[in-house]
Antibody
């Protein structure tokens, strides 16, 4: 069974760093792209970027370039989303999702989400 | 960037109704259009990919159509569990997969 399991909720202060994780199981993690999606409170879904764990090829949506870092460790089947200096506006739910191998690039499996709260 | 616009933003309907949600792309995306359902507090769930292909396990009352710039998601007979928010997403632009703003489907 394919599963993406994300790390737990975080409460941080502005300026702090944070890395959240997404661990895949039930499939060949290194050979599927993993994307990250932001959902701010009461808002819609925003595509942040995507990584290929096999070679760590990473692409960012222009809105998120320079704001976050996406990485992966294929040896432990885990992708990461990292902030070096959080802002209050980073408060959101963050989802990881697997890009399918169908050729149509849909996100066929999703993590349960990680809630990040940034508040002084 | 390819912009995706959904209409309506919200919709009230009754159990048993036929419902259609529209998604328009700012440029042609062929059939690279996906639909997701999201319930409160839950992760999105894939319903339709490639504009009209039903994801495994999704009830057949859900269907999708369209190509180029105009797409629709239809629910043939609404069930109580279908009240949720629906998002379209383009996957034509390599690695830059933008979503529509969402359509909230509420009980009338």
């Amino acid at each position: 069974e394919v599963q993406l399991v994300q790390s737990g909720a975080e409460v941080k202060k502005p300026g702090e760093s944070l890395k959240i994780s997404c661990k895949g199981s039930g499939y060949s993690f290194a050979t599927y792209w993993i994307g990250w999606v932001r959902q701010m409170p009461g808002k819609g879904l925003e595509w942040m970027g995507i990584i290929y764990p096999g070679d760590s090829d990473t692409r960012y949506s222009p809105s998120f370039q320079g704001q976050v870092t996406i990485s992966a460790d294929k040896s432990i089947s885990t992708a990461y989303l990292h902030w070096s200096s959080l802002k209050a506006s980073d408060t959101a739910m963050y989802y990881c999702a697997r890009r399918s191998s169908s050729g149509w690039s849909e996100a066929d499996y999703w993590g349960q989400g990680t809630l990040v709260t940034v508040s002084s | 960037d390819i912009q995706m616009t959904q209409s309506p933003s919200s919709l009230s309907a009754s159990v048993g109704d036929r419902v259609t949600i529209t998604c328009r792309a700012s440029q042609s995306i062929s059939s690279y259009l996906n639909w997701y359902q999201q319930k409160p507090g839950k992760a999105p769930k894939l319903l339709i990919y490639a504009a009209s292909s039903l994801q495994s396990g999704v009830p057949s009352r859900f269907s999708g159509s369209g190509s180029g710039t105009d797409f629709t998601l239809t629910i043939s007979s609404l069930q109580p569990e279908d009240f949720a928010t629906y998002y379209c997403q383009q996957s034509y632009s390599t690695h830059m997969y933008t979503f529509g703003q969402g359509t909230e489907l509420e009980i009338k």
